[in-house]
């Protein structure tokens, strides 16, 4: 259509000087008509980007990242929450979108939801994308679940921005946004939220390194969706199909979340973010904020192992507090006997015990011996 409106405009120069009324009215027809086209091409495609172009820009950069397939590979969290089979091409999401998600702003956060929100060439799974994706890349698009009331599997191309987004902070409220479901009506529990929940939080420990997120406000958020996420009813669990795995999940985003709080080894946190991290754990081990299917006893003993396994000053006071608080809140009543205070000496005991087992050096004679020889020598 440029070509022909093109040589109209050509052609009409030369014709000008024809002075034929019939023959100049139709020119001036066409005339108007090119330049009726030449505006609403300058508006449509240049001025502001066409819905076309961005939905094929969208598809070239999101389509063919993952596919559909037989194997179950997954990162620990994805085989946990049960993540369909799928496998991971040799494409990755480019520089130039996660270059442009290091802004965040009112233009970013539309573009968000429009590449990896609920209406994303992502989870559009029609005859008409499948043959697309066929044709171009010779898989089936991968399938994430998708429930009626708008709460989808969230993506793993969302993770692939968010392993090198400057914006962590900001994009990963805005996925829960967009999939954690309105609170005022998507009260009840939801499975997949709670799994969007858990893989959510392990990225956060495996990924997670943008000083943002050590921020006492980003833990206080991150919280509440876990609250939300967890919080079932004695009618929703005998719902449950599968109660014991429920509970497996449960006990994984708990321990995950313990880890994001206080593993400071790699990512040191400020003392706001510590006793922010501090009351969280207070209020879901003793003050009933936490409305999920682990019982208080439990909560207790899964801190114990995290405290065991990180082997921090930082969880060790926090384990102790919180079971001097325990024992004060129940004077006069039945401890269960996991919880009696020789049971945990004897447990900490035990773990100790059967960690040295499997090691045939440890760091304090490794190194120690070493630099007291050291000493020797040089003296």
């Not at 094929?56 to 999101?62: H, K, N, R, T």
């Not at 049960?82 to 494409?91: A, F, L, N, V």
Request: proline residues 2%; negative net charge.
């Amino acid at each position: 259509m440029l070509i022909v409106f093109a040589i109209i405009n050509v052609f009409s120069l030369f014709f000008i000087v024809i002075e034929n009324p019939s023959f100049r009215l139709i020119l001036s027809i066409l005339l108007t008509v090119s330049l009726v086209f030449a505006i609403y091409y300058f508006f449509a495609y240049i001025i502001s980007e066409n819905w076309r172009v961005k939905k094929q820009i969208y598809e070239d950069e999101l389509l063919g990242l993952y596919y559909e397939s037989d194997s179950f590979k997954h990162q620990e969290a994805d085989v946990l929450t049960k993540m369909s089979g799928g496998s991971r091409t040799s494409k990755k999401l480019s520089s130039n979108i996660i270059s442009y998600f290091d802004t965040y702003n009112s233009d970013s956060q539309l573009a968000f939801s429009e590449v990896f929100g609920k209406d994303s060439v992502i989870y559009d799974y029609s005859k008409k994308t499948r043959r697309k994706i066929k044709k171009k890349y010779g898989t089936s698009p991968y399938l994430y679940r998708k429930q009626p009331n708008g709460i989808y599997d969230i993506s793993y191309e969302y993770f692939q921005l968010f392993r090198s987004s400057e914006q962590q902070f900001k994009w990963t409220f805005e996925i829960f946004r967009l999939f954690d479901g309105d609170r005022s009506i998507n009260q009840l529990f939801d499975l997949i939220r709670l799994y969007n929940f858990t893989r959510i939080v392990t990225h956060l420990n495996l990924f997670g390194y943008n000083e943002s997120i050590y921020n006492y406000k980003f833990i206080e958020y991150l919280v509440g969706y876990y609250y939300h996420a967890t919080s079932i009813t004695d009618e929703e669990v005998a719902t449950i199909e599968d109660l014991p795995h429920l509970k497996e999940v449960e006990k994984y985003t708990y321990l995950q979340l313990i880890q994001f709080m206080f593993d400071v080894e790699d990512q040191p946190r400020d003392a706001a973010f510590l006793q922010k991290a501090y009351t969280i754990s207070e209020d879901i081990i003793l003050n009933h904020k936490y409305h999920g299917l682990l019982t208080e006893e439990e909560r207790i003993l899964l801190l114990l192992d995290k405290t065991l396994e990180l082997n921090n000053p930082l969880l060790k006071k926090l384990f102790t507090d919180m079971l001097d608080k325990y024992y004060l809140k129940n004077q006069g009543m039945a401890i269960p006997s996991t919880l009696n205070l020789e049971r945990i000496k004897t447990y900490i005991k035990e773990y100790q015990q059967q960690r040295a087992r499997y090691h045939v050096v440890s760091i304090e004679e490794l190194f120690e011996q070493n630099a007291q020889s050291r000493e020797t020598v040089f003296s």
